[in-house]
């Protein structure tokens, strides 16, 4: 018996593909209408590793650290148990790439600028980060407890920074703030002794004198009234659904003061950076 073959007229063939696209679509996870990279969890991503003070011991589930404190805060504002949190890790700079993300938002005290909001979305701003004075112990700025402390002592920064602008208009050194081409020039210049203190954001503070520098010191945060600083933002996937909702979210853990709180207890004089005044 001969099995004849029937093709298909091109309507027909065009009404199974619909048919097809149907079924998958039927298939399809929801996460497309609800805009999440996983229906029912929050997906928030971290560094490889995260380091103190914004995640301790590199475990961002126990919520502890500046930045898995703010995570949890904006998780339940957007309606989400903490066990329904999941994290993954990403690159720092894979994370701001173009493309499409394996998480709902992403933070690394990712400065919001221009250039990156080229290629990601960013919520409103979830902290300012101030500028902090570092030294060294050898430094006669060591015991400097005040702005009015830091007037007399050579202190630098790399030009063209948000930095330099606090030494000149916080500080106002005597001698002027010293520029240097970059941090790194800064710091080679502190450890030599050509300046007695150098300025860097509160991030790089925190690193730079608990991990590069050999009897490191950080003298303290400037004020943040000043109105000098960067603003960091959750990052999110480009024309992101739920860039709306997770703003809203930070804004209203902004209105409560529970981010001033979270930012005390974990970035403030308790973790090593009091106010210099």
Not at 125 to 145: D, K, L, M, N, R
Not at 161 to 188: C, H, K, M, R, Y
């Amino acid at each position: 018996m001969t099995t004849r073959i029937r093709r298909l007229t091109p309507l027909a063939a065009l009404a199974a593909f619909a048919l097809v696209l149907a079924g998958c679509a039927a298939d399809a996870p929801a996460d497309d209408a609800s805009g999440y990279v996983t229906e029912g969890v929050l997906t928030i991503a971290t560094g490889e590793p995260a380091y103190f003070p914004y995640v301790i011991d590199d475990d961002p589930t126990t919520g502890e650290g500046f930045e898995a404190a703010v995570a949890y805060a904006v998780a339940e504002e957007l309606g989400f148990a903490p066990e329904d949190v999941v994290w993954v890790r990403t690159s720092f700079e894979s994370a701001i790439q173009p493309g499409p993300k394996t998480f709902d938002f992403n933070l690394q005290q990712y400065t919001i600028t221009a250039e990156r909001a080229e290629n990601v979305d960013f919520s409103t701003p979830y902290y300012a980060t101030p500028q902090a004075v570092i030294t060294v112990e050898s430094s006669p700025a060591a015991g400097a407890a005040s702005l009015a402390d830091l007037e007399g002592f050579l202190i630098g920064a790399a030009t063209g920074t948000t930095s330099f602008t606090a030494i000149e208009q916080q500080i106002a050194p005597t001698a002027g703030a010293q520029a240097f081409n970059t941090n790194d020039d800064a710091v080679l210049a502190l450890q030599n002794g050509t300046v007695d203190a150098i300025v860097v954001d509160l991030p790089t503070a925190f690193f730079l004198s608990a991990v590069v520098l050999e009897g490191g010191v950080l003298l303290g945060q400037l004020p943040a009234d000043a109105g000098i600083s960067d603003e960091w933002g959750l990052v999110l996937a480009k024309d992101s659904p739920l860039t709306e909702a997770v703003s809203a979210a930070v804004d209203r853990l902004r209105d409560s003061g529970r981010l001033a709180d979270i930012a005390d207890e974990w970035l403030g004089a308790d973790a090593g950076a009091p106010i210099l005044q």
